[in-house]
């Protein structure tokens, strides 16, 4: 887009992201005193998989053996996995910081008077967040997809660029000591609630910037919702039964269990959901626990407990599945200088091992990630550095590409990926016969995507940009799961058996060529 | 989907315009927003908590936009309500519960 507008700016941190991780990171590099500036592809405050659920966080006081205790548990469920380290970190960042938020957020007490500081509702809870960013001084830009990272000729990060879909200018560009990189995990377009801006793009750009992924075989969760909803949010469902068209029940195996039972079932024919088990109390107080989770009942004119529902299976993807961005050290960094990783974005295995860590685990993660990239940031960046000019800032215009790329090519993109990757049956039981196929259909999707530039308009180059990075997450997630050949935590591999190995994570990294190593986990006192 | 913007009772405040994190809507000087891009909706209900009027109306399911103007224009305002948002805030009725999550998750293991 040459000639078009610019919005430029600097500031000390550049946050991309404006969810939860990235929330609580500007708010901690601003308290340090650094000028930030929030990059948000959506709206800071109603954007991201937080804002429309209601996140419980990982909550430990700090009693005699409680977090030693609380620790050791997750340890055990990581698999050889976890770093208590992180583990411990993560639970004090959250205890100490989080009823901060009290004052822009309302409390309610519960039925005994105690304040639960550790549950917030989304919608509540990310509003108060924006709340106190500005109040903090930061800088907001919605609607600024970031496109890509600003580099200078030592291959520092010293920025960031992308497209501003609101307002005369059409690209922003904003100069900066360092980054934090909050952009959430990667649903593949899915229905998954709030999930639909989280496509992978900060993988993209730290991967191009030289930066590897882990834990991505672990992205294989699937969620139940009312069919043709968003609505993913799972309490109500811990009370369900499900039947088949015939009014057969489906059984779930004994002892725990994920949706996988579900899957099978889903693809004979329609499943209906039961709710009729759900206690008369909690029915009446569902409007003020979940109320979208009512409305969207309501809206359809089902009566969810006395009526059976046909239900689906919605894919997540990387966000309440494990993978991500790499991190490399205690700072929250990933190997390239001057970006930090927080939240979704960046691999979850220190914390949660190869099981999901919704529930508690993610939100501290985001918060205690945050705060600590937040802080690295501000050390790296110092305050007020002068920054050496960027090699590069704008969008690759690919004018070498032949062909423009329209909606419908990319909607055919689209819907492959979506086929492999938000398949339950696929992603539940895992073969290498099937991943190989998958492989390969990703690897012709990219070959062609490769010959395509996009629309300049500013919708075009975001999409374009989107449909990139959930494919090249998709081949990450896939060369992965290849790679493990042997079942662990939610990754199942159903052709062979599981065994009994020394820990190991598999990294990925690459875009023409993808790359996968076994990492073994360092031995750990 | 995003279904409805009810004209007559839009202040043309341009809120949903800078809060709806899928760019939906295109403000229009003096009047209501338009849904410019309906197919880039979430589902996400957001527009609605911010749409002090109740003028919106966004359908649960995310392929359908066609929806009975009557049961939105009834509809419209339940989720900003149940949430109890703006003139909302103090019934006590619709105080925020959602802290039973946790307990209501531990009931149904049975503990
Ligand atoms: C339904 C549901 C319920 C959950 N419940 C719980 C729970 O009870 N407890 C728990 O611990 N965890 C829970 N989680 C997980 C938790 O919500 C996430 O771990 C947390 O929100 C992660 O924060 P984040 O900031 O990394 O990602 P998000 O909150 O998703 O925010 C990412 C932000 O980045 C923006 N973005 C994306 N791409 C770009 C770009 N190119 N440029 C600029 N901005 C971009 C997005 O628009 C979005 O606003 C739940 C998740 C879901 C889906
Ligand atoms: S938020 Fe409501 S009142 Fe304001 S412009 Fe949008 S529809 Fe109209
Ligand atoms: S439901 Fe969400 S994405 Fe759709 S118009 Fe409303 S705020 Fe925008």
């Known amino acids: 887009m040459s000639g078009a507008e610019i919005l430029s700016a600097r500031a000390d941190v550049l946050v991309l992201g404006g969810g939860l991780a990235g929330c609580w990171a500007a708010l901690r590099a601003a308290v340090l005193g650094a000028s930030v500036i929030v990059a948000e592809k959506g709206y800071c405050g109603t954007s991201g998989v937080a804002a429309t659920a209601g996140p419980g966080h990982w909550w430990v006081p700090p009693e005699k053996g409680l977090r030693e205790n609380a620790v050791s548990r997750r340890l055990a469920a990581a698999q050889g996995l976890g770093d208590p380290v992180w583990m411990m ?113 900060g993988h993209l750009m730290a991967a191009e910037a030289g930066a590897g992924m882990s834990g991505m075989e672990f992205s294989s969760v699937f969620t139940v919702a009312p069919a043709r909803t968003t609505m993913t949010r799972t309490m109500i469902y811990s009370f369900a039964h499900y039947y088949d068209s015939d009014g057969y029940r489906i059984v779930p195996p004994a002892g725990p269990h994920d949706n996988a039972f579900l899957a099978g079932a889903l693809a004979r024919g329609p499943v209906l959901c039961d709710l009729s088990a759900v206690p008369e109390d909690i029915q009446r107080q569902l409007p003020q626990i979940s ?24 894919g997540e993807g990387t966000i309440r599945g494990v993978g991500g961005i790499r991190v490399t050290g205690p700072d929250s960094g990933c190997g390239v200088p001057g970006l930090f990783v927080a939240g979704d974005v960046a691999s979850r295995e220190q914390v949660t091992g190869p099981v ?20 690295s940031a501000v050390a790296f960046a110092g305050i007020n550095r002068v920054l050496p000019e960027p090699a590069e800032s704008r969008l690759a215009e690919r004018a070498d590409r032949a062909h423009v790329a329209r909606e419908a090519d990319l909607a055919g993109l689209r819907e492959v990926i979506a086929s492999e990757m938000l398949s339950p049956e696929k992603q539940y039981f895992r073969t290498a016969g099937n991943l190989l196929k998958t492989e390969v259909r990703l690897a012709e999707c990219h070959r062609t995507l490769a010959t395509l530039r996009s629309e300049t308009t500013r919708r075009g180059q975001q999409k374009f940009r989107e449909l990139e990075s959930m494919l090249a997450v998709a081949r990450w997630c896939t060369a992965s799961a290849l790679a493990r050949e042997n079942s662990l935590g939610m990754h199942r591999r159903t052709d062979t058996s599981s065994e009994e190995f020394t820990p190991f994570h598999i990294t990925s990294c690459g875009l023409d060529m993808v790359r996968t190593r076994r990492v073994p986990v360092e031995a750990r006192a | 989907m995003i279904s409805v913007v009810f004209d007559e009772r839009c202040t043309a405040c341009n809120e949903c315009v800078a809060v709806c994190p899928g760019d939906v809507f295109d403000a229009r000087a003096g009047q209501s927003p338009v849904i410019a891009r309906p197919d880039d909706c979430h589902t996400c209900f957001m527009c609605e908590l911010y749409c002090r009027t109740d003028a919106l109306y966004v359908a649960p399911q995310t392929d359908e936009r066609s929806v009975s103007h009557d049961q939105a224009a009834e509809l419209s305002g339940d989720f900003r309500r149940e949430s109890g948002w703006d003139e909302w805030g103090d019934d006590p009725r619709l105080r925020n519960q959602h802290w039973r999550l946790e307990d209501v998750f531990r009931r149904a293991r049975g503990v």
Request: positive net charge.
């Open chain 1, 89 to 201: 970190r993560i639970i004090e960042r959250t205890y100490e910081t989080l009823p901060s938020i009290s004052s822009h957020y309302r409390y309610e007490p519960d039925d005994n008077g105690v304040i639960r500081w550790h549950a917030l509702r989304g919608p509540e809870y990310l509003r108060a967040l924006r709340q106190k960013v500005v109040a903090a001084g930061v800088r907001i830009l919605d609607h600024a997809p970031a496109a890509g990272l600003l580099k200078d000729s030592a291959g520092i990060v010293t920025g960031a660029h992308g497209v501003l879909r609101q307002g005369t200018a059409s690209e922003w560009r904003v100069r900066a000591g360092a980054v934090v990189l909050a952009t959430g995990g990667c649903a593949f377009g899915s229905a998954l609630l709030g999930a639909a801006n989280n496509t992978g793009d």
């Open chain 1, 291 to 314: 109320p979208n989770v009512v409305v969207t009942f309501r809206r359809m004119g089902i009566d969810p407990f006395r009526q059976r529902f046909p239900v689906t299976l919605t």
């Open chain 1, 356 to 375: 999901s860590g919704g529930g508690a685990v993610n939100s501290a993660w985001a918060l205690g990630s945050g705060c600590i990239a937040a802080e």
